[in-house]
Structure formats: C-alpha cells, structure tokens
C-alpha cells in the first residue's frame, strides 16, 4: 500500500499569511491520480486539488497545488477566515487508495 | 446541479448487516463510476470500495479491511448506488460518504461527495 505521510500535523497561521502543506509518498505517485481535499467540522469533503496541480470547479485561485513522484505540495498564498479546516491528499494512483492523516490548520 | 445523499445509516448491533443507498440526481448516473469512502469518529478518511460504470464492466474493487463483508452495486434505472454490509464490526463505525468518479485522465478525480450516513455498530 501507498503510504502517504502529510506534514506539519498542524499549523498556526494567521488570516493573510502563507500556508504550505506538504505530502510525501511512500512510493512514486502518478501526478495524475493525486488530489487534495479540504473538510471541515461535521462536514464532507471538499475536492480543492486534482492532477496535483488542477483546480476543482469553483476553487478559488489562492489555492494552489505542486508536486510529482513522491513529493506534492498544497498551497495557500494567503489564509482567508474560511480556509481554516482540515486537509487531506490522497493518492488514487495505486489500489488501495490511501490518503494521508490530514494537517490541521488553525488560527493563531 | 449534482447531488449525492446517503442514507440507510443507523445503529446496528455487531455480525448484523446493513444497506446504505446513495440516491443521486443532476447527472447522468450510468456514465460514471461511484466510490464509497468511510470516516471513523475523529479519524482521517478511508477508502471503501469503487464501482466502474456498465461500458467499464460495472466491476467492484473494496478494500481488504471490506473484503468478503461489504458488497457495491449499482442501480442506473434509478440512478442509485448501494453499499451492502455485512458481518458488521465494531470498527465499520464511521460516516459513510458516497462519491462520483469522473474517470477520464489526466482530469480523474473524485468531484462530488453526498453530506455521508453515520454507521454505529454496538451492542
């Protein structure tokens, strides 16, 4: 199985800073079959990033992805009060698909 | 505008069974693969199991914690996609999400989710 490790487990940043998120699999991903979610309390998944680097409809463009083999990267240019959620990667490259264990992000 | 709902989620106790059905509208449902992913109380999100569209063969694939107890079908006349389970455990208890594959590369992705059904398997 593709074991995808996401790092910091959680970040502190305020409204208008950068976040960088990273995911790093356990062996090489197809940038095709990676995505990135976003979920928050009590709610479903939200799909942001697919491809790596591919917009989701409706997605604003502050969002931002990066990546390919075994390193991929979520990007967030500057924090708006509703992106503070959990965010997920997963891989769909290689059955079973796995994702990652989420990085929080919180307000500092 | 697409929309996934769950439902059939509730309390079971544990070796029971139960079906979860993800009604779906705003799509033509038979184009499209289905997925069901799982989400413990306080855990990270977990892959459940696919079902390819009819031109695709309509083939399943679950995971190996699923294997043998969790079943997907699908229904295109009613545009519904079913997660049988069975030989329920305790740690099947989890949200269940339903979501639509749009499978075509490099633009494959898992684009629409339903709200998901809450599955409680105790004694």
């Known amino acids: 199985d593709i074991v995808l490790t996401q790092s910091p487990g959680t970040m502190s940043l305020s409204p208008g800073e950068r976040a960088t998120l990273s995911c790093r699999a356990s062996q090489s991903v197809s940038s095709s079959y990676l995505a990135w979610y976003q979920q928050k309390p009590g709610q479903a998944p939200r799909l942001l990033i697919y491809g790596a680097s591919s917009r989701a409809t409706g997605i604003p463009d502050r969002f931002s992805g990066s990546g390919s083999g075994t390193d991929f990267t979520l990007t967030i240019s500057r924090l708006e009060p509703e992106d503070f959620a959990v965010y997920y990667c997963?891989?769909?490259?290689?059955?079973?698909?796995?994702f990652g264990q989420g990085t929080k992000v919180e307000i500092k | 505008e697409v929309q996934l709902v769950e439902s059939g989620g509730g309390l079971v106790e544990p070796g029971r069974s139960l079906r979860l059905s993800c009604t779906t509208s705003g799509f033509t449902f038979g184009d499209y693969a289905m997925s069901w992913f799982r989400q413990a109380p306080g855990k990270g999100l977990e892959w459940v199991g696919f079902?390819?569209?009819?031109?695709?063969?309509?083939?399943?694939e679950e995971a190996a914690s699923v294997k043998g107890r969790f079943t997907i079908s699908r229904d295109d006349s009613k545009s519904i996609a079913y997660l049988q389970m069975n030989s329920l455990k305790t740690e099947d208890t989890a949200v269940y999400y339903c979501t639509r594959y749009s499978g075509v590369v490099p633009a494959a992705r898992f684009d629409s989710w339903g709200q998901g059904t809450l599955v409680t398997v105790a004694s």
């Open positions: 079902i390819r569209s009819k031109p695709y063969g309509g083939t399943t």
């Open positions: 997963q891989q769909y490259d290689s059955s079973p698909w796995t």
